[in-house]
């Protein structure tokens, strides 16, 4: 009967904790991708927000389609600011899911890089989907 915390590879706790440490910058750098989208997404709505209530304009219930947010944006509508902010917030899980198969690449790690395209190629067929309804 194996006991938990039974190393069934027979790899050494040095060996584990190295594996470990390679995957720090994998970590690391999708906490980054991830804080930097959470942020410009977030001061991107808070911004169409202010523009919103300074220029008294009602925002719609639907987004703008992509070609029409960024003259919207340059046309200063708060409307095209919150959907620029919607845009973000979605493509930031895409990009830490890319930056992570990426991060497995270098490694050399087939499989893992293999699983997070499968997610990749799951949000983009998920947001696909919602563009198309």
């Known amino acids: 009967m194996a006991e938990l915390g039974v190393n069934p590879d027979n ?13 720090t910058p994998i970590y690391k750098r999708a906490i980054v991708v991830l804080t930097y989208g959470f942020r410009i997404g977030a001061s991107l709505l808070g911004i169409g927000l202010i523009v919103a209530i300074l220029k008294h304009e009602a925002l719609q219930r639907t987004t703008e389609s992509y070609p029409d947010i960024l003259p919207s944006i340059l046309d200063g509508e ?16 895409v990009a830490t899911v890319l930056t992570v198969a990426l991060g497995f690449l270098r490694l050399g790690d087939r499989r893992f890089s293999v699983l997070s395209l499968i997610v990749l190629a799951v949000l983009g067929i998920s947001i696909s ?5």
């Open 78 to 93: 708060a409307s095209g600011i919150v959907s620029a902010a919607i845009v973000v917030l979605v493509v930031t899980p």
């Open 129 to 133: 989907l919602s563009l198309f309804r």
């Open 11 to 23: 790899v050494s706790p040095t060996q584990i904790q190295s594996q470990g440490h390679e995957l």
